[in-house]
């Protein structure tokens, strides 16, 4: 398969993954999902490094970043989305996940020294006021924050910032074991963390009424958003440009959209609209702009 083909295959399962999510937690807990998702996903990654040849457990060293990255990117962070999802919808979901890039461009600020360019600015205040569009309807009272889709919607900005923290603590684990390896550790992890709460919670009982419909979407969150999406996005960064990769992120929130309005029946406001636009136009300004100096 063509990398870039395998790149936009993961795109379009991982917009799809938000309208999956919010279909099966409204028959199971969001623990049950989880721990299924990482199940099946850490399997599929087993056995595609089996084919490869490279089934090996990793060194005693990295037990312990994988064990950390485990619980920030796989149980805490899906969890995140799974609760939120229960309170707000998939569309919201997909165009405030696109804040991501915006929360690891502040973390280089941070850590690196790097100075911002107008343009990198500009692509901030963008991207923030598209996501307090979003998340307020343009409503900004004090009642909005009452709402349990408000909620929901605070639950899932928690989880962008989440993931640019495990980016950022994942980096060097990726590098050493290989993005293949390190992934399905990192799964592993989070499966084995979650398999407690998941048998203390009776969550497990959930499993004896769900319908053909939610196995279907536990299946699809499992092998294609955890497993084949992962694969397939690792590889063609292995193999293509990382921006010309990176890029195609952007179709992630659209994916989402047409997904919960054609599946779920979702309602999108106008306002929504507005600010999902603000917001890509923000992330693509952080992005595209030109590089400075570190101080």
């Not at 485990?70 to 804040?99: E, M």
């Not at 048998?199 to 319908?211: E, I, M, P, Q």
Request: aromatic share 8%; with cysteine; glycine share 12%.
């Amino acid at each position: 398969m063509p990398p870039r083909l395998g790149a936009l295959l993961a795109v379009v399962f991982w917009g799809l993954s938000f309208v999956a999510t919010k279909a099966v937690v409204r028959e199971i807990s969001p623990i049950a999902v989880i721990f299924l998702r990482a199940g099946l996903g850490g399997a599929l990654l087993l056995t595609i490094l089996g084919l490869r040849g490279q089934l090996a457990p990793p060194p005693r060293d990295a037990w312990r970043p994988l064990a950390v990255m485990g619980f920030v990117g796989v149980a805490f962070h899906q969890l995140l989305q799974a609760y939120a999802l229960r309170l707000t919808s998939a569309v919201n979901t997909g165009w405030l996940i696109g804040l991501t890039p915006i929360w690891s461009a502040l973390l280089a600020a941070l850590v690196l020294r790097e100075r911002f360019s107008p343009a990198k600015v500009a692509g901030l205040a963008l991207g923030f006021l598209g996501a307090a569009l979003v998340v307020t309807r343009g409503r900004p009272d004090a009642a909005l924050l009452a709402l349990p889709s408000t909620r929901g919607d605070l639950l899932i900005l928690l989880s962008t910032v989440n993931w640019a923290l495990y980016s950022v603590l994942g980096r060097g684990t990726l590098r050493r074991l290989g993005a293949a390896r390190a992934t399905a550790g990192s799964m592993l992890a989070g499966f084995v963390m979650l398999a407690i709460p998941f048998a203390a919670s009776g969550a497990w009982r959930g499993l004896l009424h769900l319908s053909a419909t939610g196995w279907l979407a536990v299946g699809f969150l499992g092998i294609c958003c955890s497993g084949l999406g992962y694969y397939f996005w690792y590889a063609a960064l292995d193999a293509a440009e990382a921006s010309r990769v990176a890029a195609l992120l952007y179709l992630e929130p659209l994916v989402t959209l047409a997904a919960g309005v054609a599946l779920l029946g979702e309602e999108v406001a106008a306002t929504t609209l507005a600010g999902g636009a603000l917001l890509l136009t923000g992330v693509a300004l952080v992005q595209l702009a030109p590089e400075r100096n570190s101080t």
